[in-house]
């Protein structure tokens, strides 16, 4: 499906489209195949997800293995998943991209820039892929678990200023460390209503993701098989959750 992603109005009672509608299933692995591609495209249109990712290399069978989406739109990854290419390849990249009509670009952050205070590079870095992506969403990827609280307030701070409608906790690559409660919160707290908050790296189960949806997240990047495993948990539920059941922990924060 064509356009650009929007987000539907947050509610108390959640189903189970709902929830679908909220991931962005990826398939994002050394060894992706075609043929997990086509498995994420099936299991997109079955549950009626938001967009969904894979590596620049099959975009084109992507883009028309969503032609007869209902809801599933796709989105591009740029300097994926390090960051540290240089800003004018990620440029590069997003014009080659935009002919494709993605409806959400995530972008890495440069995380070496910004660790070294070297933030007018990580601040032109998003300015010239915000400008090479007119009208098109854009998330910036910080890879939260690799910051302190404070490089993380910053890194929201930048990537407002450079134009980002989504900040993104990480790509998934930091493996087992995954984005934690306390990462978002730290967060939310910083953007306040500035920018919209997409969680990716490391959610595993509902409780998390329902967790982290109470904090403010609203979109939640997960690899294809743990968005299925999520899904089925909707299932043993019942089909819906009320969020004033899911209850969070100070210590959990
Ligand atoms: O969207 C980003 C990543 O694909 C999330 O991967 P993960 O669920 O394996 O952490």
């Known amino acids: 499906m064509k356009g650009i992603l929007t987000e539907r109005p947050r509610k108390e009672i959640l189903t189970k489209d709902d929830i679908a509608y909220m991931m962005d299933p990826s398939v994002l692995k050394l060894d992706t195949t075609i043929h997990?591609?086509?498995?994420?495209?099936?299991?997109?249109?079955?549950?009626?997800?938001?967009?969904c990712f894979c590596w620049p290399c099959y975009y084109e069978e992507l883009v028309e293995l969503l032609e007869d989406a209902e809801v599933t739109k796709f989105g591009t990854s740029l300097g994926f998943p390090t960051g540290q290419?240089?800003?004018?390849?990620?440029?590069?990249?997003?014009?080659?991209?935009?002919?494709?009509?993605?409806?959400?670009?995530?972008m890495s952050m440069n995380v070496g820039w910004l660790k070294a205070g070297r933030y007018d590079l990580v601040l032109n870095d998003i300015k010239a892929v915000r400008e090479a992506t007119p009208g098109v969403p854009l998330k910036v990827i910080m890879e939260v678990m690799l910051l302190t609280d404070d490089e993380i307030r910053k890194a929201c701070e930048?990537?407002?200023?450079?134009?980002?409608?989504?900040?993104?906790?990480?790509?998934?690559?930091?493996?087992?460390?995954?984005?934690t409660l306390h990462h978002v919160k730290v967060i939310a707290?910083?953007?306040?209503?500035?920018?919209?908050?997409?969680?990716?790296?490391?959610?595993?189960?509902?409780?998390?993701?329902?967790?982290?949806?109470?904090l403010g997240a609203c979109r939640f990047g997960i690899g294809c098989a743990s968005?299925?495993?999520?899904?089925?948990?909707?299932?043993?539920?019942?089909?819906?959750?009320?969020?004033?059941?899911?209850?969070?922990?100070?210590?959990?924060?």
């Not at 997990?36 to 938001?50: P, Q």
């Not at 290419?85 to 995530?106: H, I, S």
């Not at 930048?158 to 984005?179: H, N, R, W």
Request: glycine share 10%; hydrophobic share 35%; net charge negative.
């Open 36 to 51: 997990d591609v086509e498995h994420m495209v099936d299991v997109c249109k079955k549950y009626g997800c938001g967009t």
């Open 85 to 106: 290419e240089k800003t004018e390849t990620k440029v590069f990249l997003a014009n080659q991209f935009n002919a494709l009509e993605p409806a959400t670009n995530d």
């Open 158 to 179: 930048l990537s407002i200023e450079g134009g980002a409608d989504y900040v993104k906790t990480g790509s998934g690559f930091s493996v087992g460390q995954p984005t």
């Open 189 to 214: 707290d910083t953007i306040g209503d500035r920018a919209k908050l997409k969680v990716a790296g490391g959610v595993r189960d509902l409780d998390t993701l329902l967790k982290m949806y109470k």
């Open 227 to 253: 968005a299925e495993a999520i899904l089925a948990e909707v299932d043993a539920m019942g089909g819906s959750v009320d969020l004033n059941s899911i209850v969070i922990d100070e210590s959990e924060l």
